[in-house]
Nanobody, 114 residues
Framework: QVQLVESGGGLVQPGGSLRLSCAAS????????MSWHRQSPGKERDLVAS???????YYADSVKGRFTISRDNAKNTVYLQMNSLKPEDTAVYFC????????WGQGTQVTVSS
């Protein structure tokens, strides 16, 4: 069955960096686009970044220039490198792929605070 497992979240000071990973299984990873989303308490889940099966990327304006999405098809893993983190980046981060329906991971908490 499809499984997405995020890791790499934690507590970091403003200006710091984190790299999130999402390990995928149960489908042909290299054939699908993947995306990262985030959700803060009381807010909707928003798209942060996406990467197509061919490697094309998209970033939300709020993270452009600070975050980088990448994928390693040999490891069935998608990454989100987050630099210059701000308190407003605090959220639970989820990875997702869509095959008829959306499949989500369980999320990983990122807290940016001094």
């Amino acid at each position: 069955q499809v499984q997405l497992v995020e890791s790499g979240g934690g507590l970091v000071q403003p200006g710091g960096s984190l790299r999130l990973s999402c390990a995928a299984s149960g489908f042909t990873f290299k054939s699908y686009g993947m995306s990262w989303h985030r959700q803060s308490p009381g807010k909707e889940r928003d798209l942060v970044a996406s990467i197509s099966s061919g490697g094309s990327t998209y970033y939300a304006d709020s993270v452009k220039g600070r975050f980088t999405i990448s994928r390693d098809n040999a490891k069935n893993t998608v990454y989100l490198q987050m630099n210059s983190l701000k308190p407003e980046d605090t959220a639970v981060y989820f990875c997702k792929f869509r095959r008829t329906v959306d499949y989500w991971g369980q999320g990983t908490q990122v807290t940016v605070s001094s």
